[in-house]
């Protein structure tokens, strides 16, 4: 079975790093590109980025651009998402998705179960 | 950059009814291109729809898509207690938005 388990809750204080972690199972890592989505409370979905574990290949939202870093680690099927320094907007549920197809950027499925990070002083 | 916006941002239904949901392009999409989900409260979203009118493994046939250019719809033939969820459209393959989501509806027991 195809999942992705992204790492437990976190809560930080501003200023503080973060990185995130979502592992997959049941599927050949380095085939398929591996995204990210933000939902800010009580709001709706936007695309932070994705990146292909093979080369570690990354695009970025332009809206995200230089303020998260995502990473894998290949070996044992896993990708990051990082924080230099939190800001309370940071704040929010994140949740890790696949694209459908091998090689392609379509649409996700399936999802982490999400990791929630709470950024607060 | 491709903005979707979906309407209503609210729709009041009773079980039973028929539910239609807009997801309207500021610029042409191609239909292959265009994938809608289900996220009920603290859960994941859930995809319903892909290449605007597929259905996603496992989806009850009461869920259906259609549209092309710039409109989408989702539509819900006989509404069920457990479909009454916040609903989105995403785009993807465009640049430099590989995937953009519209705002949501809420779909709400009247």
Known sequence: EVQLVQSGAEVKKPGESLKISCKAFGYSFTNYWIGWVRQMPGKGLEWVGIIWPDDSDTRYSPSFQGQVIISVDKSISTAYLQWSSLKASDTAMYYCARPRTTGATDWFDPWGQGTLVTVSS | ?110
């Open chain 2, 1 to 110: 950059e491709i903005v979707l916006t979906q309407s209503p941002g609210t729709l009041s239904l009773s079980p039973g009814e028929r539910a239609t949901l807009s997801c309207r392009a500021s610029q042409s999409v191609s239909s292959i291109y265009l994938a809608w989900y289900q996220q009920k409260f603290g859960q994941a979203p859930r995809l319903l729809i892909y290449g605007a009118s597929s259905r996603a493994t496992g989806i009850p046939d009461r869920f259906s898509g259609s549209g092309s250019g710039t409109d989408f719809t989702l539509t819900i033939s006989r509404l069920e207690p457990e479909d009454f969820a916040v609903y989105y459209c995403l785009q993807y393959g465009s640049s430099p938005f590989l995937y953009t989501f519209g705002q949501g509806t809420k779909l709400e027991i009247k």
